[in-house]
């Protein structure tokens, strides 16, 4: 198997103008492989990003999402909008971090955004609202995902549901929280059966196992496209 290369439109071409003035503000362009990502959940591709910290793979797998939230025209219905992005942690602390982390460029940005987490620390009557009243990312854990999958009013909740994102793969789909997941990801895909998925992972020998997991079909033409980034360990997380 050959990685995908990092060669991919330009960015003005996918980000808003929003998005490119909040990187510029910063001193900062898109990365090679967070604008190849972009181009890839554009087409309705699920992906696998393979890099080391401090490459960006954690903005790279939620910008997507964000792009899209951000291009949602119209007033939000009564009701509100059902679930777009899962994010799915091994460890809730870093699904808090990482909400904390995304906040940021929310906020700065002005997206019509709603981020919560969903972890064995939320409290009931939370839980009970984002079920009734879905954030647009929830950020959670391989056992919530479980309990969510089987709560009443599943399929209203993961009705709309467009991307799951999964960070630190290589570390859920060794063990048995992997076999788990699996089935909770082919569940949501009944649910919601043209969701994408994405894949943050740490560099691994082969990542064809990973990629195999992320779709429904044997790897292959329609496979999880690949994304390897070059960037060395220690460049600022972005």
Do not use: C
């Amino acid at each position: 198997m050959e990685s995908e290369t990092l060669t991919a439109p330009a960015a003005a071409e996918l980000l808003p103008a929003r998005f490119r003035d909040w990187f510029a503000a910063r001193g900062w362009a898109p990365r090679p492989h967070q604008v190849a990502l972009l181009e890839r959940a554009a087409a309705g591709r699920s992906t696998l990003l393979i890099a080391p910290t401090g490459a960006g793979k954690t903005l790279a797998g939620f910008l997507p999402s964000l792009v899209a939230l951000s291009r949602r025209a119209g007033r939000r219905p009564p009701g509100g909008y059902g679930l777009h992005t899962l994010y799915v942690s091994p460890l809730k602390a870093l699904a808090v971090d990482i909400r904390r982390n995304l906040a940021q460029p929310v906020e700065e940005m002005d997206l019509p955004v709603r981020l919560e987490t969903r972890t064995g620390d939320t409290p009931p009557h939370r839980r009970q609202r984002q079920q009734h009243y879905p954030p647009d990312i929830l950020l959670t854990t391989p056992e919530q995902v479980a309990l969510l999958i089987a709560a009443p009013g599943a399929e209203r909740f993961f009705a709309d549901l467009d991307t799951v994102i999964f960070d630190e793969l290589h570390a859920i789909v060794t063990n048995k929280r992997g076999d788990l997941l699996s089935l909770g990801l082919a569940r949501l895909r009944a649910l919601a059966p043209h969701l994408k998925t994405i894949g943050l992972s740490a560099t691994v020998a082969d990542p064809d196992d990973l990629r195999a997991w992320l779709v429904p079909q044997p790897v292959g033409n329609d496979a999880a496209s690949v994304l390897s980034s070059p960037l060395p360990i220690g460049e600022r997380d972005r």
